[in-house]
């Protein structure tokens, strides 16, 4: 199923109505987009450093979102991969 331009039109959609993403779900947003959205990002941010300074319990997903980390281990792609 072409799902890639349906989820685009949605965001869209969502975005221009002050929607926000589930934060278990695939979205594009990163943290420029995230700290416009939320006026707290940067305390969340803090603490996520404060409780865990090791990135023990970080995964590709919260390093691309929250951290804003870029790169093949990150998952550049937003969306998994066509077989």
Known sequence: ????????????????????PHWAKTHPLRPDDLR??????????????????????RNAYVERHIFG???EEFGERVFKKRQ
């Open 69 to 71: 980390k870029q790169g």
């Open 1 to 20: 199923m072409p799902y890639r331009k349906l989820f685009a039109k949605f965001e869209e959609i969502a975005l221009r109505h002050a929607g926000k």
């Open 36 to 57: 416009a959205m939320y006026p707290r990002f940067d305390d969340f941010v803090r603490v996520l450093d404060e409780v865990d300074p090791t990135g023990l319990f």
